[in-house]
């Protein structure tokens, strides 16, 4: 993810032998990390069991908080794709019976948001 991405608010895919490494001790026994996209010091990551946002606070970034939202509590998603002239895809994921998406995400042109859409309609389909 190049730095012009990042501080225009877009997410790159992240290595998932990184991920594993940053944040195994927030996986239950039996879940495995399935994709993982990062966006300047924030994280956000798909599971087999849920999606675990990682939020790095203030200054430093020494403070973080982790949220997590389990798949069953999609209530719907939508992706809408880059065109020819925008730098970015975006995600939207709204949680139970709310009216404004509960999560947002932008990616750029590096991410198949096709994947991303695939990846969420398995688990929350399925």
């Not at 995400?105 to 994947?115: A, G, I, P, T």
């Amino acid at each position: 993810m190049g730095l012009f991405s990042g501080l225009l608010g877009n997410a790159g895919a992240v290595d998932q032998a990184q991920l594993m490494k940053d944040y195994s001790k927030l996986l239950t026994p039996t879940e495995t990390i399935e994709l993982g996209f990062k966006l300047i010091r924030d994280t956000f990551i798909f599971t087999n069991k849920r999606i675990i946002l990682v939020d790095k606070q203030g200054i430093t970034g020494s403070k973080v908080e982790y949220l997590s939202v389990t798949y069953k509590s999609i209530s719907r998603f939508s992706i809408e794709t880059a065109g020819t002239f925008d730098l970015d895809a975006e995600l939207k994921i709204w949680v139970s019976s709310e009216i404004q998406p509960s999560i947002r995400k932008q990616f750029n042109k590096s991410v198949d948001v096709y994947e991303v859409q695939k990846l969420l309609a398995q688990h929350v389909l399925g």
